[in-house]
């Protein structure tokens, strides 16, 4: 039963009610709607719903709705597979960046590295005391200055090369070194003031 048609059956009624038939029919155009409002069943909500769609679909061409709908899948399917492709391009773009920083890194190290060599190699040291008979010397450099253990020494006086040096042991401000055996140059003996380069390797 349509609004109308439930409407006018209720309006029929209430003209044959008692009050009707004394003239009052005042709010007569109201109860109709309030009545046929309660009464109408879910079903014909379910027909209204389902009559605005098909007003809205009204005129349109089923095939153009299926290619509508086809190409939205395809559009669907294209935005995904780019979307794919973006996330590998992240990825890769991320594996970039780290193997970057690592060589970054890697550089950053060989240059700290050259730093030390080249203060070591200008580092210059005095011997400030010999023990002949133990072989070893000490000298007035250590690691404040960048002395490590590894570091080869050469003993010179002017622009004579008087020996060379083993570090033993490395201290905030003094290095221990033995005498290389046969290093130094017959005739020749350490002595104290005599410089000590540290040389690079």
Request: charged share 25%; aromatic share 2%.
């Amino acid at each position: 039963m349509t609004f109308l048609q439930c409407y006018h059956s209720l309006t029929i009624s209430l003209l044959h009610c008692p009050g009707a038939q004394r003239g009052d029919v005042a709010g007569l155009p109201l109860w109709p709607k309030i009545l046929c409002k309660e009464a109408i069943p879910v079903a014909t909500h379910q027909s209204c719903n389902l009559a605005l769609v098909k007003a809205k679909l009204r005129g349109r061409d089923p095939n153009t709705l299926i290619a509508d709908f086809e190409r939205l899948q395809g559009q669907r399917t294209g935005l995904e597979d780019e979307l794919r492709s973006l996330e590998n391009d992240v990825v890769k773009t991320q594996n970039a960046v780290e193997t970057a920083q690592v060589r970054v890194d890697e550089l950053v190290l060989k240059e700290e590295d050259r730093k030390e060599q080249i203060a070591v190699a200008e580092l210059e040291g005095d011997l400030i005391a010999i023990n002949r008979e133990m072989g070893f010397v000490i000298i007035n450099v250590g690691s404040d200055k960048g002395v490590k253990a590894d570091t080869p020494l050469l003993v010179v006086r002017g622009v004579d090369r008087i020996g060379r040096l083993r570090i033993v042991s490395v201290e905030p401000q003094v290095t221990v070194a033995d005498i290389m055996p046969g290093s130094v140059a017959p005739g020749a003996s350490l002595m104290v003031r005599d410089k000590v380069i540290f040389e690079t390797r």
